[in-house]
């Protein structure tokens, strides 16, 4: 049977889901630069040789009007990484609103039936579970004969074909589905134990633990040692194998994984909230569809403006491939999927701010896909037509600030740069971007994009280096 691998403590490449980065510290000058030198300082960093089997796309522009500053390669296609969240976000501000949430509801059919609506929200966790619970002990009801489960609001694959095996078994390609609950992953704890024995095997969820055969082949090693963990899946879906060695006395490590049936798994949880306030629940099942009553309990999102801040700051996929979703229900849909539906509308919605509709090729919602295509331009497009729109300042708000929040929260401290760019990061294996504004400070308001691609250095190695190009864009003046 073959394997996949879930989980391995010296690899984290393959995610696009940029964790914090390792603090970098960009070569830095107090000289001045005027535009017309931009090119040939930028041309300094990019066409070193380490960097000459690499491809470079950027595009750098006014925000409102203006000749452009520099551009490479800036309408040629390259693999966006999660940069693409920007188009993404972009799109569901202007259809959706800053004030829209996504509504979880329970309906009551008569007779002791119950039929639970999951409608995507990606921040729906145990807490809201609890909530409907509560509700429903309010309104008196103490037994449920049957408990119907709707996922007929997100059509299509609960996974992106196109996402490469390892990224569908990591917590950062959860699938996504009309019932997300904890983001659709589930934890577990290997913890070291005496010199010689296997490490314990830790469930937080003894519903999930009762969803799965493990096999232990891990060790418990003298300090000494060097750690390492591997846990596997297998093609089944049913069995793990745990892998690797701890050191005795050292920290348990904590492994997050996707759920297989995210209705199911939302089902097992919700059973655990029913008792806790003594509802009893008889039979569960999914239905893909129905007639919904009356409506006697009912939980919402957060609004649109925070989900955004979530996507964009923590680079989070799972929101991104949810708000793809919720971008279908803007549109009629006849025999196709929620994610191809909202891939439509992304389309038209770029093309409304201005965005050429053949400078980017999209396949997924959060750029996990290497099968997206996106050029600079489109990138830069995006960010100057959203700019002009009233809504701007929330789209904006969601991006990390360098050497501030999110994913840059680690990137530019100490340098010119920080708190005055506010940008998207993006990262998978090759694949290196940052695209986003400037508040340069002896020049006009900056939008610019970088992308890297076919790159065979550390992303560490690249990042320093877009770094070394946006610290020289605050160096900017009028000459």
């Known amino acids: 049977m073959g394997v996949l691998l879930i989980f391995l403590t010296s690899q984290i490449g393959f995610s696009s889901i940029a964790k914090a980065q390792t603090p970098v510290a960009p070569t830095t000058t107090t000289k001045s630069i005027c535009s017309t030198q931009l090119g040939t300082a930028i041309d300094a960093v990019i066409n070193r040789p380490l960097f000459s089997r690499v491809r470079w796309g950027i595009l750098v522009q006014p925000l409102s009007t203006g000749p452009t500053l520099y551009s490479r390669d800036a309408q040629k296609y390259f693999t966006p990484a999660s940069n693409l969240k920007l188009l993404t976000t972009a799109a569901a501000l202007q259809q959706l609103g800053a004030n829209f949430r996504i509504r979880t ?12 609506v999951g409608r995507g929200d990606p921040s729906f966790s145990d807490t809201q579970l609890q909530t409907l619970a509560q509700q429903l002990k309010q309104k008196g009801i103490t037994q449920i004969q049957r408990l119907i ?4 609001y997100i059509q299509g694959d609960i996974v992106n074909p196109t996402w490469q095996w390892e990224d569908v078994q990591s917590d950062y390609g959860a699938p996504v589905s009309s019932f997300i609950l904890n983001q659709n992953i589930f934890s577990l704890k290997l913890v070291p134990q005496a010199v010689g024995k296997s490490l314990q095997v830790v469930w937080t969820d003894a519903g999930e633990a009762r969803q799965w055969r493990t096999i232990n082949q891990s060790v418990t090693v003298a300090q000494n040692q060097p750690s390492y963990v591997n846990v596997t899946r297998e093609l089944s879906g049913t069995v793990l194998r745990i892998q690797g ?6 920290e348990p490590s904590l492994i997050d994984l996707p759920v297989v049936d995210p209705n199911y798994y939302f089902l097992r949880r919700f059973r655990t909230a029913l008792a806790t306030e003594k509802i009893s629940l008889g039979q569960i099942l999914v239905a893909n569809g129905g007639v919904n009553q009356e409506e006697i309990a009912f939980v919402e999102s957060p ?5 955004l801040a979530e996507t964009n700051l923590n680079s989070n996929n799972l929101y991104a491939e949810a708000l793809l979703r ?6 009629p849909r006849v025999n196709q999927t929620s994610a191809d539906v909202g891939l439509e509308v992304v389309k038209a919605s770029l093309t409304q701010l201005g965005v050429d509709p053949a400078n980017y090729i999209l396949v997924d919602g959060s ?7 996106v050029t600079p331009e489109a990138l830069v497009q995006t960010l100057r037509g959203i700019a002009r729109t009233p809504t701007a300042y929330i789209y904006r708000a969601s991006l990390p600030v360098a050497g501030r929040s999110g994913t840059l929260k680690g990137r530019f401290q100490d340098t010119p740069a920080e708190g005055i760019v506010q940008a998207k990061t993006g990262t998978l294996t090759g694949a290196i971007s940052l695209s986003g504004y400037m508040n340069a400070p002896n020049y006009e308001p900056l939008v610019f994009s970088i992308i890297v691609n076919q790159s065979e250095q ?4 690249v990042r320093q280096a877009i ?13």
């Open 105 to 116: 509801s329970i309906y009551q059919n008569g007779n002791g039936v119950l039929r639970v």
């Open 326 to 331: 919720a971008l279908a229900m803007k549109k």
């Open 245 to 250: 060695q701890l050191t005795t006395n050292s």
């Open 303 to 307: 609004p649109l403006s925070e989900l």
């Open 149 to 152: 489960a709707d996922d007929s």
């Open 458 to 461: 550390p992303a560490t190695v």
């Open 367 to 373: 750029g996990l896909s290497r099968r997206n295509l």
């Open 467 to 479: 770094d070394e190009i946006v610290v020289l864009l605050t160096q900017l003046q009028h000459c």
